[in-house]
T-cell receptor, first 114, second 109 residues
C-alpha cells in the first residue's frame, strides 16, 4: 500500500465551486505539505504543517485554505475555484532526522477548473 | 532572492552518460536534494548532499560544491526508463525546500 495517498486523483470542477483535496499518510511523519505544479515551473509551496497544531502559509497561499485533522491527514480547500488554479497538486510528508528532512510525495491530484 | 537554476531540457543516448547541473543562491544551506519525476507522476527521492563531494548510488551519482553553489547529478549507462524530469531542491536556513523548475531528460535509442 502507498505510504502517502491523495483523493481524488482527478477532478474537474467549475469556476466558483468549493472543492477539497485530501491527503493521508501512514509514514508516521509529523510534517506535511501541499504543493502545486504547473508546466515549466517548479513545485510551489501552498501550505505546510509541522504538527497538528501548526499551520503555515507557503509561497502561494491566496485562494487556498488547509486543515490538519490529525497527524496523518492534511486537506487542501479551494474556497471558490478559478481557472488559473488548474494544476497538478501534490501532498508530501517529511520528518526532520538529524540535519536532513527528506520529503515523500503522494501520487498527485490533477485539478481542472472550467 | 532565492534562486535555483538548471537546464530546461537535455537529450542523451541510451547507454551513454549525462550530467545535469544545478546552481543555487539561497538564504542559508542545509542540504541539496535531487528528485526524479516521470511525466504526470510524483517526484521520487534520488539523493541528498550536505557535504562537499561525490555521493554514488548505483548508476546515479550526485556532486556538491557549497563554495560554488553548485551540484550535478550524473547518470551512467542510461536506460530508456531514465527519461524523466530531474528536480534540484535546496533546504534553506529555515529548513524550507526551494525547488528548481526541473530538467527534462530525453533518452534516444
Amino acid at each position: 500500500d502507498a505510504d502517502v495517498t491523495q483523493t481524488p486523483r482527478n477532478r474537474i470542477t467549475k469556476t466558483g465551486k468549493r472543492i477539497m483535496l485530501e491527503c493521508s499518510q501512514t509514514k508516521g511523519h509529523d510534517r506535511m505539505y501541499w504543493y502545486r505544479q504547473d508546466p515549466g515551473l517548479g513545485l510551489r509551496l501552498i501550505y505546510y504543517s509541522f504538527d497538528v497544531k501548526d499551520i503555515n502559509k507557503g509561497e502561494i497561499s491566496d485562494g487556498y485554505s488547509v486543515s490538519r485533522q490529525a497527524q496523518a491527514k492534511f486537506s487542501l480547500s479551494l474556497e471558490s475555484a478559478i481557472p488559473n488554479q488548474t494544476a497538478l497538486y501534490f501532498c508530501a510528508t517529511s520528518e526532520l532526522a538529524g540535519d536532513t528532512d527528506t520529503q515523500y510525495f503522494g501520487p498527485g491530484t490533477r485539478l481542472t477548473v472550467l | 532572492g532565492q534562486n535555483i537554476d538548471q537546464p530546461t531540457e537535455m537529450t542523451a543516448t541510451e547507454g551513454a552518460i549525462v550530467q545535469i547541473n544545478c546552481t543555487y543562491q539561497t538564504s542559508g544551506f542545509n542540504g541539496l536534494f535531487w528528485y526524479q519525476q516521470h511525466a504526470g507522476e510524483a517526484p521520487t527521492f534520488l539523493s541528498y548532499n550536505v557535504l562537499d563531494g561525490l555521493e554514488e548510488k548505483g548508476r546515479f551519482s550526485s556532486f556538491l560544491s557549497r563554495s560554488k553553489g553548485y551540484s550535478y547529478l550524473l547518470l551512467k549507462e542510461l536506460q530508456m526508463k531514465d527519461s524523466a524530469s530531474y528536480l534540484c531542491a535546496v533546504l534553506d536556513s529555515n529548513y524550507q525546500l526551494i525547488w528548481g523548475a526541473g530538467t527534462k531528460l530525453i533518452i534516444k535509442p
